[in-house]
């Protein structure tokens, strides 16, 4: 099978890889990068366990192929150097709302997009934004304290 070059921004840091043009971008962050932090949770796209940004807007990396994001920039939950994720995470610890925490990388991401977006989401704006994501803990309650408590957070933060 013939192997594509691409190179691709992830966390910050530029990957060139050799890959087959079938390799799903969660399994090239997964299995060529060792970024484990993005789960594979359903393969279809339905629980949003593999969520990451791309270029700023969430996608489920496991209906994306790697060899169409040449030349973009990928942030995942691992990524340490963006201190609004770090905020989420944290708050998603210290609410409770990790429970089993197979689906946190993804409910992060799509809460760090939804806070970049609406500062102050309301209760139904965020379920609105989290829909994509299933936690089959089902403890939704905690996952959106946690959202609202980095919002507030993230808000203080860039008014300081």
Same mark, same amino acid.
């Given at each position: 099978?013939?192997k594509?070059?691409?190179?691709?921004?992830?966390?910050?840091?530029?990957?060139?890889?050799e890959?087959?043009?079938r390799?799903?971008?969660?399994?090239?962050?997964?299995?060529?990068?060792?970024?484990?932090?993005?789960?594979?949770?359903?393969d279809? @796209?339905q629980?949003?366990?593999?969520?990451?940004?791309?270029?700023?807007?969430?996608?489920?990396?496991?209906?994306?192929?790697?060899?169409?994001?040449?030349? #973009?920039?990928?942030?995942?939950? #691992?990524?340490?150097?963006?201190?609004?994720?770090?905020?989420?995470?944290?708050?998603?610890?210290?609410?409770?709302?990790?429970?089993?925490?197979?689906?946190?990388?993804?409910?992060?991401?799509? @809460?760090?997009?939804?806070?970049?977006?609406?500062?102050?989401? @309301?209760?139904?704006e965020?379920?609105?934004?989290?829909?994509?994501?299933?936690?089959?803990?089902?403890?939704?309650?905690?996952?959106?304290e946690?959202?609202?408590?980095?919002?507030?957070?993230?808000?203080?933060?860039?008014?300081?």
């Amino acid at each position: 099978m013939k192997k594509h070059t691409v190179k691709i921004t992830v966390n910050g840091k530029e990957h060139q890889s050799e890959i087959d043009a079938r390799t799903l971008l969660t399994h090239f962050l997964r299995d060529h990068l060792n970024i484990t932090s993005t789960n594979i949770g359903c393969d279809t @796209s339905q629980c949003g366990a593999c969520t990451v940004l791309v270029n700023g807007e969430s996608v489920k990396s496991c209906t994306q192929l790697a060899v169409q994001m040449d030349g #973009a920039e990928i942030t995942t939950a #691992a990524n340490d150097q963006i201190s609004d994720i770090e905020v989420i995470k944290r708050n998603f610890h210290e609410s409770h709302g990790l429970q089993c925490g197979y689906c946190t990388p993804g409910m992060v991401m799509s @809460s760090h997009e939804l806070l970049k977006q609406n500062s102050n989401p @309301s209760d139904d704006e965020i379920r609105d934004a989290l829909h994509g994501n299933i936690c089959r803990c089902t403890g939704y309650h905690n996952i959106i304290e946690a959202v609202k408590k980095s919002a507030a957070e993230i808000r203080e933060g860039a008014a300081s």
